[in-house]
């Protein structure tokens, strides 16, 4: 079921490339590239969390439009 209004473009995590990214099966990322580049950078430590998170890190989630897109299993 697609989502009843578009969905915004959003910049790619890894390249900042713009576009509807969320409805690829690699969103938020543009490509399956760019996605397992990211996914490498976590596992050489180039990206890590480097505080607890805070109730203000999560504001605008709420405004994402909601629908099977976020829920897919990566892979599919």
């Known amino acids: 079921m697609k989502p009843s209004k578009p969905l915004p473009e959003v910049p790619c995590p890894q390249c900042r490339r713009r576009g509807p990214w969320l409805e690829s099966p690699s969103g938020p ?3 399956e590239r760019c996605r397992l580049l990211d ?38």
Do not use: A, K, M, Y
């Not at 490498?40 to 709420?62: A, K, M, N």
């Open 29 to 31: 990322f543009c490509s």
């Open 39 to 76: 996914l490498g950078q976590w596992f050489e430590e180039g990206h890590r969390i480097s505080r607890e998170l805070r109730p203000g890190d999560f504001e605008g989630f709420d405004e994402l439009t909601p629908g099977d897109h976020l829920d897919r299993p990566t892979g599919v």
